[in-house]
T-cell receptor, first 112, second 114 residues
Framework: DAKTTQPPSMDCAEGRAANLPCNHS???????VYWYRQIHSQGPQYIIH???NNETNEMASLIITEDRKSSTLILPHATLRDTAVYYC?????????????FGKGTLLTVNP | DAGITQSPRHKVTETGTPVTLRCHQT?????MYWYRQDPGHGLRLIHY???????DKGEVSDGYSVSRSKTEDFLLTLESATSSQTSVYFC?????????????FGPGTRLTVT
């Protein structure tokens, strides 16, 4: 699985958009970008994933650059409950490697 | 939220005692996983199951065994608990895609071995 690089921490004001970057310059053609988050003391939560087109769901939007070497997770209107560690993971949709490899992620703090 | 529960949510036990953690799902998903999370190590896969009675080892399986007699239940057993197994344990499930990266996690079990 390709390695990802994320800033260790970010701050965001409540109600504003939170834009979380992720670099994955060694991504392969069959690898997707997945985003998870982990709120303190809870289990990780799947957010969204994409291959090369931008994706949106009820939680967030995912913007992937044309060369696929980086992506941005956007929380359009951050709330205090969005304070969490956000993980960017790059891997194939399915495969013999069943595990998810979580790096250090980005601690997003949403401030009132 | 995916219907996943874990029990117990917290447990303190002594070194050398057996411990069983339970994961229960109501989603009828085929694949189930046990991870542990420790500071400095992130999440690490212990065992996984790809169907009833079908299980396989993950990256840190030593000292752990699992069983799955029903689709909805996946049990993790520490035969003889050690202090190094103090951790937070998460169960996860995924649908019918083998090795799927879209996994849904339970709330976790915090285990302390004294």
């Amino acid at each position: 699985d390709a390695k990802t690089t994320q800033p260790p921490s970010m701050d965001c004001a409540e109600g504003r958009a939170a834009n979380l970057p992720c670099n994955h310059s060694t991504i392969s053609g069959n690898e997707y970008v997945y985003w998870y988050r982990q709120i303190h003391s809870q289990g990780p939560q799947y957010i969204i994933h994409g291959l090369k087109n931008n994706e949106t769901n009820e939680m967030a939007s995912l913007i992937i650059t044309e060369d696929r070497k980086s992506s941005t997770l956007i929380l359009p209107h951050a709330t205090l409950r969005d304070t969490a560690v956000y993980y960017c993971i790059v891997r194939v949709v399915r495969g013999s490697n069943y595990k998810l490899t979580f790096g250090k992620g980005t601690l997003l703090t949403v401030n009132p | 939220d995916a219907g996943i529960t874990q029990s117990p949510r917290h447990k303190v036990t002594e070194t050398g005692t057996p411990v069983t953690l339970r994961c229960h799902q109501t989603e009828n998903h085929r694949y189930m996983y046990w991870y542990r999370q420790d500071p400095g190590h992130g999440l690490r896969l212990i065992h996984y199951s790809y169907g009833v009675k079908d299980t396989d080892k993950g990256e840190v399986s030593d000292g752990y065994s699992v069983s799955r007699s029903k689709t909805e239940d996946f049990l993790l057993t520490l035969e003889s608990a050690t202090s190094s197994q103090t951790s937070v344990y998460f169960c996860a499930i995924s649908g019918n895609l083998a090795g799927a990266a879209e996994q849904y996690f339970g709330p976790g079990t915090r285990l302390t071995v004294t």
